[in-house]
Structure formats: structure tokens, C-alpha cells
């Protein structure tokens, strides 16, 4: 079976743009999550989508927003970028999502903000 | 709320020797318990789990036990070798009020092994 997929591995950016990022999960799951990665705040969870459906969100502000499609793919948006918003931008994948289930992450985009 | 407590990198240990990386948690309920390790450049892998007391979850060599008691879940290997030079992430896993799941991670630990 294919791993979690995320593209694109690498962007650039400057402040107040927007950017998106997309995430294919593995074959068969239908919950993904996002989580931002900073040496600051270590690893932080963004949001949960399940069935194209955001059922949790992490304390972030507005501009981070995300969807997820029939297909289970998700993309997460964020809009008006600054300086901080510089991460590694982690998707991971799951079956179900019960507290039981494994998250697989796929290899992150990293995101310079400039 | 939930939260994780991992010891404070970076560790560096020669090849051969034993490893602990201490994780201790706070949860409500049930929670499982993960390691992942992260090598540079690359996403979270999953190391090993526990989901209930008293398991023990293993993977190449690491043992992990899920301590209720102590709410710990130290992670421990015999023997490491430079290829496990990596940061590891000890990590909860809660079922939501909405369904669904997140993890909660530590802040990692690096673990440096030299020959």
C-alpha cells in the first residue's frame, strides 16, 4: 500500500500571500489530520477532517483552513502568511480515527515564509 | 486537558549502549500511547504502541510498556546503533467530543549515538 502522500515537499513564500497544501492518505482511510511542526512550539495539531467533514479543530487562528474531498485527499489553505506561520506542515492518516487507531504521516511540506 | 512529558534532549550515547527516554503523561479516560521517531528531513514514523495498561508495545528492539499506575511510557532499548541517531516523540491519543481522534506530543528528544 502506498504511504501518505504531500505535495509540494518544499515552498517558498512572502508575507500576505496564501498558499495551499495538498495531502493524499492511504488508500481506504478517511480521516486525515494536519499538524504544524515548529522548533518553537514543537508539534501542534490543526484540524481533523472525516468523510469531508472538519470535525476538530486546534487552537489556530482563521487563516488555516482546510477541506477534504469524496476521495478522502485533503488540501489546507492558509491565507494572508506570515513570518511565523515558517513550518514543517505535517499530514497524517488513519482508518477510523478511534483513540486506538495509528496516524501515518506522510513526509511534510516545509514552508518558508520570507 | 491532556499533555506529555518527555526528558530534554539532546542524548548521546555511544553505539551498544542502553537507552531510556522517560515519557510521562496526563490524560482523561483511556488514552493510547505512541513513539514515533522522526529522521532528518522526513514526516513521523511509527515506532510502537500500547492501548491499554500493561501493554507493551515493541518494535526493532524498542520496548515501550504503557504504566498506568505511573502514567508513564518509557521508551528503552538494549543496544543502540548510530542508525537510530534520530528525534523521538512520545505522543497521546484520545477519542474528541466531536469523534474522532489527535495526538498530543512531547517536545522530542534527540538522541545522538556515535561509533
Known amino acids: 500500500k502506498a504511504g501518505v502522500t504531500q505535495t509540494p515537499r518544499y515552498l517558498i513564500k512572502t508575507r500576505g500571500q496564501q498558499v495551499t497544501l495538498s495531502c493524499s492518505p492511504i488508500?481506504?482511510?478517511?480521516?486525515v489530520s494536519w499538524y504544524q511542526q515548529t522548533p518553537g512550539q514543537g508539534l501542534q495539531f490543526l484540524f481533523e477532517?472525516?468523510?469531508?467533514?472538519?470535525?476538530n479543530k486546534g487552537n489556530f487562528p482563521g487563516r488555516f483552513s482546510g477541506r477534504q474531498f469524496s476521495n478522502s485527499r485533503s488540501e489546507m489553505n492558509v491565507s494572508t502568511l506570515e513570518l511565523g506561520d515558517s513550518a514543517l506542515y505535517l499530514c497524517a492518516s488513519t482508518s477510523t480515527a478511534t483513540s486506538t487507531d495509528t496516524q501515518y504521516f506522510g513526509p511534510g511540506t516545509r514552508l518558508t515564509v520570507l | 486537558g491532556n499533555s506529555v512529558t518527555q526528558m530534554e534532549g539532546p542524548v548521546t550515547l555511544s553505539e551498544e549502549a542502553f537507552l531510556t527516554i522517560n515519557c510521562t503523561y496526563t490524560a482523561t479516560g483511556y488514552p493510547s500511547l505512541f513513539w514515533y521517531v522522526q529522521y532528518p528531513g522526513e514526516g513521523l514514523q511509527l515506532l510502537l504502541k500500547a492501548t491499554k495498561a500493561d501493554d507493551k508495545g515493541s518494535n526493532k528492539g524498542f520496548e515501550a510498556t504503557y504504566r498506568k499506575e505511573t502514567t508513564s511510557f518509557h521508551l528503552e532499548k538494549g543496544s543502540v546503533q548510530v542508525s537510530d541517531s534520530a528525534v523521538y516523540f512520545c505522543?497521546?491519543?484520545?477519542?474528541?467530543?466531536?469523534?474522532?481522534?489527535?495526538?498530543?506530543f512531547g517536545t522530542g528528544t534527540q538522541l545522538k549515538v556515535e561509533l
Open positions: 505522543a497521546l491519543s484520545n477519542i474528541l467530543t466531536g469523534g474522532g481522534n489527535k495526538l498530543t
Open positions: 477532517y472525516f468523510s469531508e467533514t472538519q470535525r
Open positions: 488508500s481506504g482511510h478517511r480521516s
